[in-house]
């Protein structure tokens, strides 16, 4: 089956810098991606990662090792803002198409 | 530009009641998902249109849920009759295309309590 790991909660200071890891375990794989969700929102979507290495959009970066089946996503210069849960994601072969599956969701907690 | 929107926010019916969802997509969009999240896991696959045709429905739970899509605007989903089990976040998101990389819009959801 496909199946994702990632950590039910991070808690960070301001100003700090956290990583958010993401392992799967998936057939048909193609890209991984990051969404960002506050509480009672919608899932925005953050980054996508199809080829190995780090891509960087402002304060956040996210990686992708395919070899590893693994990824990350770096916030820096955390602000009170960042709080909200983040979900990777990976984008597979699906019926007719591609797939999004979703792992459950890091809490991020950023503390003055 | 109006997003993804979702009607309504929250519902709370009793168990055996019906209630339908509601998904309204960008404009423009012909790709349509339903996504369900139960508390603290993962966002789940639902189904997926293009325009008024169900491309992948194999995350429909099973035959108490109905999609429809009638003319490829607006979407709903039918839950009937409703198990507490059903209780959770049902997520609408859109997207132009339908390729590997895709950026999906997310609406901010439909929370539901089956009582």
């Known amino acids: 089956g496909q199946s994702l790991e990632q950590p039910s909660e991070v808690t960070a200071v301001e100003g700090a810098i956290v990583q958010i890891n993401c392992t799967y375990q998936?057939?048909?794989?193609?890209?991984l991606s990051w969404y960002q969700q506050h509480d009672g929102g919608a899932p925005t979507f953050l980054s996508y990662?199809?080829?190995?290495g780090l891509e960087e959009t402002g304060r956040f970066s996210s990686f992708l090792s395919r070899s590893d089946s693994y990824g990350y996503l770096l916030l820096q210069e955390l602000q009170m803002k960042d709080s909200a849960s983040y979900f990777c994601?990976?984008?597979?072969?699906?019926?007719?198409?591609?797939?999004?599956?979703f792992g459950a969701g890091t809490r991020l907690f950023v503390k003055a | 530009e109006a997003g993804v929107t979702q009607f309504p926010s929250h519902s709370v019916i009793e168990k055996g009641q019906t209630v339908t969802l509601r998904c309204d997509p960008i404009?423009?969009?012909?790709?349509l998902y339903w996504y369900r999240r139960v508390m603290g896991k993962e966002i789940k696959f639902l189904l997926h249109?293009?325009?008024?045709?169900?491309?992948?429905e194999s995350g429909m739970p099973n035959n108490r849920f109905l999609a429809e899509r009638t003319g490829g605007t607006y979407s709903t989903l039918k839950v009937q009759p409703a198990e507490l089990e059903d209780s959770g976040v049902y997520f609408c998101?859109?997207?132009?295309?339908?390729?590997?990389?895709?950026?999906?819009?997310f609406g901010p959801g439909t929370r539901l309590t089956v009582l």
């Open positions: 998101a859109s997207s132009q295309g339908a390729g590997a990389y895709n950026e999906q819009f």
């Open positions: 990662n199809a080829l190995d």
């Open positions: 994601a990976v984008r597979v072969a699906g019926t007719g198409g591609f797939k999004t599956i």
């Open positions: 404009s423009g969009h012909d790709n």
């Open positions: 998936t057939s048909g794989f193609y890209g």
């Open positions: 249109f293009v325009k008024e045709s169900k491309q992948d």
